[in-house]
């Protein structure tokens, strides 16, 4: 089950630390499961991932390559 959030919410954990951004295309990491999705009105915006071995998270924000790779 995928939880809804929002953009500001997405740059406020990579802001705070607690998050990785993953918007570079060279970043891609395996294995990662999809905890929340930000939408708006064409589509999916950014996402918030989480790594189940380490329990680190990852948000993209905004529509990039590792958007559509993930999802």
Do not use: H, W
Not at 13 to 32: A, C, E, H, P
């Amino acid at each position: 089950m995928t939880l809804k959030t929002n953009l500001k919410e997405l740059k406020g954990l990579v802001t705070y630390g607690s998050t990785i951004l993953l918007n570079d295309y060279n970043t891609f990491v395996k294995g990662l499961r999809v905890v929340a999705l930000s939408t708006g009105l064409y589509g999916i915006n950014g996402a918030l991932l989480i790594d189940p071995k380490t329990n680190q998270t990852y948000a993209i924000i905004g529509r990039c390559s590792c958007l559509f790779y993930y999802l």
